[in-house]
Every structure is written in structure tokens, then in C-alpha cells.
């Protein structure tokens, strides 16, 4: 007994010192600088398998709890298409759009996903998306609190293995060939603004529209008319991380204050272009959604006057209209926007994971006592609204 006792203990002694051996030549090693750590070596064989098997089992296993909306909307795909376009497309390629010689010399090379997006399911999209991957260039998302926006690129992506080349344009930059088609009408606003502004604006044609009016499909806001304040304070607010946007914020952080106030002015002085509700409004890019029925307007006009008193919801026209006289400028102005981006918004303000202005405590508290049906109901209620009614008297329609 007394034997095998000795005997596993120069065992352990020996593995200690077999151990402490290896460390310390491998601190040698890497401190003599022969690690191969250029990009243009690669990897070994050995080391690429290990790196992708380690990868893909913890997506795997980070990813089983997941459960993946439902990403068949129009709208949601063409806001993933969006960012996909800008933040993901100079690494990943597209229809079209190979990937460029100096990001197929990283190590390791960035996948051409519309050939590899079908190896992952949504969900561990999802995760890849939302928090990146060490030891490569794949960033975690701007904005961890905006998974409605994650879910969109992953709606994207399940998209693109089937783009051609002419449709990935289209859902990527629509409203380009809207401008080269439409001729005078379509461009003159933007050339008015001249260099450099110009193509500043053009670039956030490509979501907002050339005529503010978000391309017609809810995927993104109306702009136009909107006042001058409240776009200036909400580009601030992205730039400085105060409103959550992983789609957002990259953009205004990268611009001055100078550019923020000319495309406030831009967008601010378009009010005249949004002449229809957007619920009367043909979509550009996707078929229009049915007409909210008129009990659900009805429903969202009694709680924008009256409030939800008994589950601590005040009324929304004192802030948002519809109404007269002035209102503060940092209120948005609700009356003809999308009602699928008006019940997004109302949810992120009932979760608390929509930031902004210092008014922003204001909606937390308002949309709290909300439920699912009626933030549905007062997004249908002021999209059915024309635009120039939002601080104007109503006119009551019959009960």
C-alpha cells in the first residue's frame, strides 16, 4: 500500500514537472517571436478544424434556447437588407457583389454567406449576429438591447441565398433606382443640398426615401414633416448611444453637428411630400398590408383621447395630437406614420429598451400599462390619420 502511495506520487511530481516544462517553453517560444501570426500564412489544417469545431458547437449549445420569430415579413427583410447592404456586405459579398481582394487575404477569410447561410439555423444566426465571434472580424452588435433589429438581419439572411443580383439591388437600394427613373422629380431636393451634404442624403435615401416617406412599407419611418427639433434630438440620441440602434447609431456617430442639423432641416421641410396616411399610400417596394378594420381604429381613437385611466395609460393627444395650437417640438408627430413602426416603437417603450430624448420617461411610463391589442390598436388609429391632421382638429367620425 505503502508502495502503490509513493509510487503515484512521483507520478503526479512527474506530470508537474512534464507540465511546468511545457509551460515555460511555450512562454519561450512566444516570447522569441516564432509564433506564426501573419495572415498570410493561415492557419495549419489542425488548427482551422479545431477553431471551427470549437465555434460551431458553441453557437450550437449558446444558441438552444433561442426561439426565432416569425421572419416572412416584407418589411422585416428589407430593413435587414438595409443594414446588410452597409455593415455586412464589404465582407460577406452579395448577388453581384463579390467579396474584395483585400478581405479574402484576412485570416481566416469571412464567409460568403449567400453559400454558407444555410449551415446555420435562425436561431444560431441570431447569436452569431447579436454577439460575434472571437478570434475573427465578426463584431457583436452596436446594440444588444435592439433584438427586433437582429431578428431582421436574420431575415435577410435567410433571403439572400435565393436574391438575384437585380433584386438584392432593389431591396438594398430602392430608392436609387427610383431617383434614376424618376428624373427631376426625384432627384432635384437632393441636388439642392449640394456637395458634400448631397450624397450624405442620398445615403440615407436608401431607407428613408427620397421623399421622406420611409419606401412605403413600414420597415422604416416617415421622416418628412416631421419637425426640425425632434429629427435633430433623435440623431443626437443615436449618435450618443441614448437610443438604442444597431442600425442607427453606427450612422449618427459619424456625423457632426452640422450634418445632423442640415438633415433635420432636409427632412423637416418635406412635410407638404406626405400628403396621404400611410394606410392610403401605395408600397413601393412589397404589397400593402390590409386596412386596419375600422373597430380597431375606433378602439385606438378612444385611448389616444381618453387614455386607459384604469391601467395608469394617459391619453396621447395632448403630446401628439390630433389637436390645435402648438405642441413641444420634441414630440414626434404621429399622425399618418406606419403602424407597424408605431407598435414597434410603443413595445420598445413598454420594455424600457428604447432610449432618447429626456422625455423618453415620459413613454415608458404611458406605454407600460399597455397590452399587445392595444398598442395594435392606436397604431391603427393614428396611421389612419392624414399627416396634416396631427396637430389639427380632428374631424369625428361618426360613431
Known sequence: MRYMFGHG???????????GTLAVGGVLVVWSGLVPISASSGHWPVTRWFLHFAM?????????????????DPALVLKGAGHYATGCMPCHGAPGKPQSLIVQQMTPKPPLLSQRVHEWTPEQLFWI?????????M?????????????????????????????????????????????????????ALGEPLGPLVAHCTRCHG????????????????????????????????????????????????????TLAAHYAGQENAASQPASHQANADEPAAATADSASIA?????????????????????????????????????GQYADYLALQLSLFKSET??????????????????????????????????????????????
Open 9 to 19: 506520487k512521483a507520478l503526479l511530481l512527474g506530470l508537474a514537472i512534464l507540465g
Open 56 to 72: 460551431r458547437n458553441a453557437v450550437e449549445t449558446r444558441a438552444s434556447g433561442i426561439k426565432a420569430p416569425a421572419l416572412s
Open 129 to 137: 449576429v447579436k454577439h460575434g465571434v472571437k478570434f475573427t472580424a
Open 139 to 191: 463584431p457583436a452588435w452596436v446594440s444588444l438591447q435592439r433584438e427586433d433589429e437582429i431578428w431582421a438581419v436574420v431575415a435577410f439572411l435567410q433571403e439572400l441565398p435565393r436574391l438575384s443580383p437585380e433584386r438584392y439591388e432593389h431591396l438594398a437600394y430602392g430608392e436609387r433606382d427610383d431617383a434614376d427613373a424618376g428624373g427631376e422629380a426625384a432627384t432635384g431636393s437632393l441636388r
Open 210 to 261: 427620397a421623399d421622406g416617406r420611409g419606401r412605403g412599407s413600414g420597415a422604416f419611418p416617415k421622416l418628412a414633416g416631421q419637425s426640425e427639433t425632434y429629427l435633430w434630438t433623435s440623431l443626437l440620441a443615436y449618435a450618443e448611444g441614448e437610443r438604442n440602434s444597431g442600425i442607427m447609431q453606427p450612422i449618427a456617430a459619424e456625423l457632426s453637428e452640422t450634418e445632423m442639423r
Open 299 to 335: 378602439r385606438g381613437r378612444d385611448i389616444a383621447r381618453r387614455g386607459v385611466p384604469g391601467q395608469g395609460v394617459p391619453s396621447c393627444v395632448d403630446c401628439h395630437g390630433p389637436r390645435s395650437g402648438p405642441s413641444n417640438p420634441h414630440y414626434p408627430r404621429l399622425a
Open 354 to 399: 428604447r432610449g432618447g430624448t429626456p422625455y423618453v420617461r415620459i413613454m415608458h411610463s404611458a406605454a407600460k400599462g399597455l397590452n399587445e391589442t392595444q398598442i395594435r390598436d392606436l397604431a391603427n388609429y393614428y396611421s389612419s390619420l392624414a399627416p396634416d391632421l396631427g396637430h389639427q382638429p380632428e374631424a369625428v367620425p361618426s360613431e
